[in-house]
């Protein structure tokens, strides 16, 4: 009898299956005509709501989307790489021609970017790159990566630091969590930069994955092992950073120096109130949003060229001098930025990023400088013969010649740090282009 | 034959403890300062929220249920504490908490009248917990400024003793007078024992279940306020750890989860055995890979030699 | 006459019972065509597929163990554990990587299996500390990063399509699942795990080698959650130490809605299907549908302790209590 009703059950599931393709088989086309009008669905992919840094990236998405008149949708995976995948292929299925965001692991690049090709699904995406996979690799539907450049934000983040111990101090390095290119890349950066300071030093280093509470509980640790000694923290977020800070204030050490990166609402107050020393701001809703942007002009028949299919974009230093600048410009109800100006279709002669964008040569790339070439693998070819023909530079004066509406470079009262940063390695060598108002 | 096993049992019974002094003697000889005063007061202060949970998850485990809800719990509480702190102070904290019985009470119900296994309600609450608890946050850590709320880890009520060492060690106290001393801590071993036989000998079982998940509610509701006083903001799955390191500790104490044997000291063991392993090993700067192995063989191994196996019918 | 009549009452609640989560399925499937009618699509409804195959293995292997009472909490483990030890020794995809993968699994899964029956520990403990060590042996292997398997070969095992329109993926679990669906159900072993499952000390006077099957139980979980594993990365195209977080929760909750009891020896290998399908039904029309991921966390809670609930309707009366 158990058996009997389960037949019939597994039946009638089948049958629902069936009538449901059916269904679909029939009204599918139809759907697809409607769509074709009106505004377009445009989805945004990141790791989690419960995160400050995704909180703001929301924000410029949505800005953006609405701001080109079109539906806005998020889809978050808990930094899973199979709910990511997934979500993009439901999507894909439901007939979204425009993806952008960020992908949970840098691994999961791969598959993402044969799915929207294979789908036809124009997606352009931030932060996180696979090692050796290039937009030219997977195909003409990816088509913009945006990189504040990790290396270079800890380098800066290093700098700072030198700075604001009078270059000697014993430091301490947060990382994210394992795995993470982006956390750790800052850390090496970090390192790199204080060699440059023979009285410099790290004391040790420890993953925080990127949270308040662990920042605080791996804070309190060292305290306890290095006591006095600490004169600096560099975090490669800011999460962890304020975790730090507090887990200080309770030891009594006051004069420790917290340098964190990625800036917002939240955490602005600690650096107001001194508990952090600087913040590495690198316009995460920017990010968000220009990468949105980018997939609407590809749907509307923009292609980019060759140098624009990696671009390396701009980051700030935040410190007591120019907080206020920031909180007043970036943390009211509405970002600074003029979306729809940024569109190359919108607006194809006055078009302006609003930030500092340099294109990255992918063979230099500082992402991949330790991580060896997988077996067979050659970059394609298409990339050094656009830097022989000097495309590379070319595109590099273009972005910064439309670079005009210079609110959110911070101001010249705020100097050193009244400047916008950004990687460039289509010379010899990688240097930092900067740009003041 | 039966001294040998009388003995084995003694030896048993100081298994947990030797662990203890080898292992703290392992980071003590290698790390002079760790077993400073200041460690010794930042190791009770970080274990302290641990301990606090593991205390209500003690009462869970002898029943021979688990409460799998504890973290999120402690985060839900610390929550609601933070965004009354600005217009109750003090009395956010005690709002909290009572929010944590409220939860704990929720689950009780549904495993005793709607009668389904507590792994999955508490695995269930969970998540709708993470998601209350986000929503209320607009998943973004609430700043905490008010005074009042901020002593109740950093003040002191008892001889300059910080609130957040004293705090457990009252709970300690009360836990082990409550499961050692009372009609209903008894009746905790005895559903854990035999629920059956315990129903039909005229004990209120049900009432029994719910009340020691209401406690477990109030423990996760005591550490979530306490961290949340802690970080000066409530943070986003900041209590997440706590339910696996709970578990865990009560396991390691020596609590079995078929339940019916162990008690809170033995969780006190297994608290402070997680805690200094886990900041000896932050002392050493060992990898999280390394690290997980570690927290794994050291789970295996203390309850292979704490695990009374002359209770167990047979090991599930 | 009034015992007939009680009796043809009971039999009606068992079948309703049976077909809950039949009603649970349909029942979403119709609210979130609403939602969202791309829903419905041909194309989401393969999706679906695609993706509870993956579930499906790793959730028919749990069963194996919970059929006998005890539990597997190492399926996250025993995921990024396989996936990450073989394409570290095999990255380049071949069939070896395949062999691979389906054999750490069956190693980890009988480790576990040692452990419970020969050290005699609580599977309980035994899964969540071994769950610890596998990713630690991942994350140590990988340094938590990713390796990427580019092979058109392995690829194919989940994406490719062998008949136009659906995954392979999709029929190779269908085939392995009604294997192990035969397997539990019509062999000496599958029969023994329940008996084992039903009361251990029966089973054992009955001449059944207890410790035996049990490690064949946990070795079974290992080998299917393997398989499960070598799907989902043939899908991703990587091993990853970060790839398995949220299937502990998901698959027990699918084994558990599809009618096996947590305390042994009743339900089976044969209706997991139905608690897989309903979580990725679940999963896929709420993200589809738009609702917000706070709260998509509170509806899966409710409904999946409403199906626990009305599954458990027929043997309310003889369970007093519930622990």
Request: proline share 4%; charged share 15%; glycine share 10%.
């Amino acid at each position: 009898m158990y058996k009997n009703s389960f037949k019939k059950a597994t039946i009638l599931l089948i049958c629902v299956f069936l009538l449901a393709g059916a269904y679909s088989f029939a009204g599918g086309e139809q759907e697809q005509n409607a769509a074709a009008a009106g505004p377009q669905k445009m989805l945004t992919t990141y790791c989690t709501m419960a995160n400050d840094f995704f909180l703001t990236f929301d924000q410029g998405a949505k800005e953006a989307v609405e701001a080109l008149g079109n539906e806005y949708i998020s889809a978050t995976d808990d930094r899973k790489p199979e709910k990511f995948i997934s979500n993009m292929s439901s999507y894909a299925a439901s007939d979204v021609k425009m993806m952008s965001g960020y992908s949970p692991t840098i691994g999961s690049v791969i598959e993402a970017t044969k799915l929207v090709n294979r789908e036809k699904v124009y997606y352009s995406n931030v932060l996180e790159i696979a090692d050796w996979w290039t937009p030219l690799d997977a195909g003409p539907y990816w088509g913009m990566f945006h990189f504040p450049d990790a290396r270079a934000i800890g380098m800066q983040g290093g700098d700072v630091m030198a700075e604001a111990l009078q270059k000697k101090g014993k430091t301490l390095l947060l990382l994210g969590f394992p795995g993470s290119k982006a956390g750790n890349d800052r850390g090496l950066g970090y390192k790199i930069a204080l060699e440059n300071y023979p009285g410099m030093e790290v004391l040790a280093e420890e993953y925080g994955d990127f949270t308040r509470d662990k920042g605080y509980s791996v804070t309190a640790d060292w305290i306890i092992k290095y006591g006095d000694e600490i004169d600096g923290i560099y975090c490669t977020n800011t999460s962890m950073a304020v975790g730090a800070a507090v887990a200080c204030k309770e030891a009594g050490l006051t004069d420790v120096k917290i340098i964190g990166t990625d800036a917002n609402k939240e955490n602005m107050k600690y650096l107001k109130d001194g508990s952090l020393y600087g913040i590495c701001g690198i316009f995460g809703p920017w990010l968000a949003g220009h990468a949105a942007v980018v997939a609407y002009d590809m749907y509307n028949g923009w292609e980019p060229t060759v140098a624009e299919t990696m671009m390396s974009t701009g980051f700030i230093m935040l410190t007591q001098d120019n907080a206020d600048w920031y909180i007043d410009t970036f943390c009211g109800d509405k970002l600074p930025y003029d979306w729809k100006k940024m569109s190359r279709t919108l607006n194809p002669d006055n078009w302006d990023p609003q930030n500092l964008m340099v294109p990255i040569f992918p063979e230099t790339f500082s992402n991949w400088e330790f991580v060896e070439k997988p077996k067979g693998y050659e970059v394609p070819k298409e990339y050094s013969e656009a830097l022989a023909s000097g495309e590379y530079k070319e595109i590099r004066q273009l972005y910064l010649d439309h670079f005009k509406d210079h609110t959110t470079v911070p101001p010249s009262s705020s100097a050193p740090y009244d400047k916008v940063f950004a990687s460039n390695n289509i010379g010899s060598e990688t240097v930092v282009d900067v740009l003041t108002k | 034959m039966k001294e040998s096993v009388k003995r084995t049992t003694a030896l048993m019974k100081y298994l947990p403890l030797i662990l203890l002094v080898v292992v703290s003697l392992f980071f003590g000889i290698l790390y002079p300062r760790f077993f400073s005063i200041k460690n010794v007061l930042n190791l009770i202060r970080q274990m302290s929220f641990l301990m606090i949970v593991s205390m209500g998850m003690t009462f869970i485990i002898l029943m021979g249920s688990i409460d799998a809800s504890v973290g999120a719990n402690a985060t839900f509480c610390g929550v609601i504490g933070a965004l009354l702190a600005p217009y109750l102070g003090g009395g956010a904290i005690i709002i909290g908490i009572l929010a944590g019985a409220g939860v704990g009470a929720l689950n009780g119900t549904i495993v005793t009248k709607v009668k389904v296994p507590s792994f999955l309600v508490t695995l269930s609450l969970m998540g709708a917990l993470d998601g209350a608890a986000l929503l209320l946050m607009h998943s973004s850590p609430v700043n905490i400024s008010n005074q009042t709320f901020l002593d109740f880890s950093n003040g002191s009520l008892l001889f300059s003793l910080p609130n957040v060492d004293l705090i457990p060690i009252i709970m300690i106290a009360v836990c082990y007078f409550v499961i050692n001393k009372t009609a209903f801590g008894r009746s905790l071993y005895a559903i854990g024992g035999n629920e059956q036989a315990t129903f039909y000998s005229g004990i209120r079982v049900r009432q029994i279940q719910i009340i020691a998940f209401m406690i477990s509610g109030i423990m996760a509701g005591v550490a979530g306020c306490l961290q949340a006083s802690m970080f000066e903001a409530a943070c986003p799955y900041m209590g997440d750890a706590l339910m696996m390191n709970s578990i865990a500790a009560v396991v390691i104490g020596g609590t079995q989860l078929s339940g019916g044997v162990g008690g809170p000291l033995r969780t006190v063991f297994g608290v402070v055995l997680i805690a200094i392993i886990g900041s000896g090993m932050n002392f050493m700067g060992v990898e999280p890979a390394t690290r997980h192995i570690v927290t794994g063989a050291i789970m295996i191994l203390a309850v292979s030699v704490n695990i009374d196996r002359s209770k167990m019918a047979y090991v599930k | 006459m009034t015992a007939d009549v009680r009796k043809t009452k009971k039999i009606d609640i068992k079948k309703v019972v049976n077909l809950v989560p039949v009603i649970v399925i349909i029942a979403l499937m119709i609210i979130f065509s609403f939602l969202s009618p791309a829903f419905i699509r041909f194309r989401n409804l393969v999706e679906i597929l695609q993706l509870s195959s993956i579930y499906l293995l790793i959730a028919a292997g749990v069963t194996f163990p919970i059929l006998m009472g005890s539990i597997d909490l190492s399926i996250t483990g025993i995921i990024v554990g396989s996936g990450v030890i073989a394409a570290t020794i095999a990255p380049v995809g071949g069939l070896f990587t395949v062999f691979l993968i389906l054999f750490i699994g069956l190693c980890l899964g009988l480790f576990n299996g040692l452990l419970v029956a020969k050290i005699k520990l609580p599977s309980f403990i035994v899964t969540l500390a071994t769950n610890f060590i596998y990713c630690g042996i991942a994350v140590a292997l990988t340094e938590g990063y990713n390796i990427n398997i580019r092979s058109n070969f392995f690829s194919n095992i989940s994406n490719g399509r062998m008949i136009p329109g659906i995954p392979n993926s999709i029929i190779l679990a269908g085939v392995v699942y009604i294997v192990f669906v035969y397997l539990s159900e019509k062999t000496k072993t599958g029969r023994y795990i329940m008996a084992i499952g039903g009361k251990e000390d029966v089973a054992a006077r009955m001449g059944i080698n207890v410790a035996k099957y049990k490690i064949i139980a946990f070795a079974l979980s290992g080998l299917l959650i393997g398989c499960g594993t070598l799907f989902l990365s043939a899908r991703l195209g990587m091993a990853s130490a970060r790839l398995g977080s949220g299937y502990l929760f998901n698959t027990l909750i699918a084994v558990v809605v599809g009618g096996t009891a947590l305390s042994g020896g009743v339900g089976g290998v044969r209706r997991t299907i139905l608690g897989v399908l309903i979580i990725t039904i679940l999963e896929n029309g709420m993200t589809l549908g738009g609702i917000d991921v706070r709260i998509q966390y509170m509806v899966k809670a409710v409904i999946l302790i409403g199906s626990v609930f009305l599954i458990s309707i027929p043997d309310r009366s003889r369970q007093d209590l519930m622990k």
